[in-house]
């Protein structure tokens, strides 16, 4: 007999603690760049600066670059903070806790900005760190 699941279990979900004043920032329409000066650890800021580097379309792939570059940094600071709060490189990060929002949403827009270029192995393992993460995000 084969067992399909993990017999040791699948650690607890890593919850990010919040960051009120950036989130606050960020809510209430503080330009993301100004944010992420003031408070650089915070994924959203970056995740809100890739989001609107991708969204341009005046000039593909300046904004393509500049998008990928926020988001790997979003990304990394956000890997910082999830081994800060007991992440060990797998496990649950789920959507539904809103201060895990900001890294996710740097790996969502890294992948799209890799797609992009042509950089298929960094989009493949960005999307199957968000089905790891959270298998509600990744196809």
Request: aromatic share 6%; charged share 25%; with cysteine.
């Amino acid at each position: 007999m084969t067992h399909s699941h993990n017999l040791l279990g699948e650690p607890e979900p890593t919850l990010l603690p919040a960051n009120p004043e950036a989130d606050g920032e960020l809510a209430s329409g503080t330009p993301a760049a100004e944010v992420a000066a003031r408070h650089p650890t915070v994924s959203a800021a970056w995740a809100a600066l890739a989001e609107e580097a991708l969204g341009r379309t005046e000039r593909l792939l300046p904004d393509t670059i500049e998008a990928y570059a926020y988001a790997r940094t979003g990304y990394h600071r956000g890997l910082d903070a999830l081994r800060r709060n007991g992440w060990k490189g797998f496990g649950p990060v789920p959507w539904s806790h809103e201060p895990n929002r900001g890294f996710l949403r740097c790996v969502t827009v890294l992948a799209a900005a890799a797609e992009a270029i042509g950089e298929h192995d960094e989009q493949e393992r960005c999307t199957q760190l968000l089905r790891d993460c959270d298998p509600t995000l990744a196809p």
